[in-house]
T-cell receptor, first 109, second 117 residues
Framework: GQNIDQPTEMTATEGAIVQINCTYQ??????LFWYQQHAGEAPTFLSY??LDGLEEKGRFSSFLSRSKGYSYLLLKELQMKDSASYLC??????????WGAGTKLIIKP | ETGVTQTPRHLVMGMTNKKSLKCEQH?????MYWYKQSAKKPLELMFV???????ENNSVPSRFSPECPNSSHLFLHLHTLQPEDSALYLC????????????????FGEGSRLTVL
């Protein structure tokens, strides 16, 4: 079956760096998305990776290893507003999105 | 107007009621989606519409009935729901159903929080 694994919850300190991991098992692979969802709000797009490597976008970076079925989202210089859930979703061979259950990130002062 | 708007934001209904959720997108997209989001579970795709035609129905119970009168509007009609249907219902849109383009992301509404008593 198809599956996405990511930690349920993580805690980090304001100003620090945190890495949220995501492993996937899908029938075929056509890329991986990361979304951010603040409590009570809409999920919003953060990144899309289809090639191996690291893509940086400001304080946020996303990494993909297709051979390992692995991705991570790296958040630097954490701010209180980064407290949110982070959703990982892989695209399978039928261009269906396979979602993880999300990682709730708690930022402490 | 924000990209994707959902109403109502909160809904409480009894098991015998009939209600509807509404979604409107102002992005000129061709595809619209209904997702169910339950606590600590992955998003569950319910329905997909492309150019107002339903292209996917993931074995959703018939007590959920979608309607897409045009490419900007999507409804989810609810009747005789069960308590386990309580969840956040998210509407989303994308340029097309494949969605895997250079950006290819989904644009979500803020959701309708449904409680079934």
């Amino acid at each position: 079956g198809q599956n996405i694994d990511q930690p349920t919850e993580m805690t980090a300190t304001e100003g620090a760096i945190v890495q949220i991991n995501c492993t996937y098992q899908t029938s075929g692979f056509n890329g991986l998305f990361w979304y951010q969802q603040h409590a009570g709000e809409a999920p919003t797009f953060l990144s899309y990776n289809v090639l191996d490597g690291l893509e940086e976008k400001g304080r946020f970076s996303s990494f993909l290893s297709r051979s390992k079925g692995y991705s991570y989202l790296l958040l630097k210089e954490l701010q209180m507003k980064d407290s949110a859930s982070y959703l990982c979703a892989a695209v399978d061979s039928n261009y269906q999105l396979i979602w993880g259950a999300g990682t709730k990130l708690i930022i402490k002062p | 107007e924000t990209g994707v708007t959902q109403t109502p934001r909160h809904l409480v209904m009894g098991m015998t009621n009939k209600k509807s959720l509404k979604c409107e997108q102002h992005l000129g997209h061709n595809a619209m989606y209904w997702y169910k989001q339950s606590a600590k579970k992955p998003l569950e795709l319910m329905f997909v519409y492309s150019l107002e035609e339903r292209v996917e129905n993931n074995s959703v119970p018939s007590r959920f009935s979608p309607e897409c009168p045009n490419s900007s509007h999507l409804f989810l009609h609810l009747h005789t729901l069960q308590p386990e249907d309580s969840a956040l219902y998210l509407c989303a849109s994308s340029q097309d159903t494949r969605g895997v383009e250079v950006t290819g992301e989904l644009f979500f509404g803020e959701g309708s929080r449904l409680t079934v008593l």
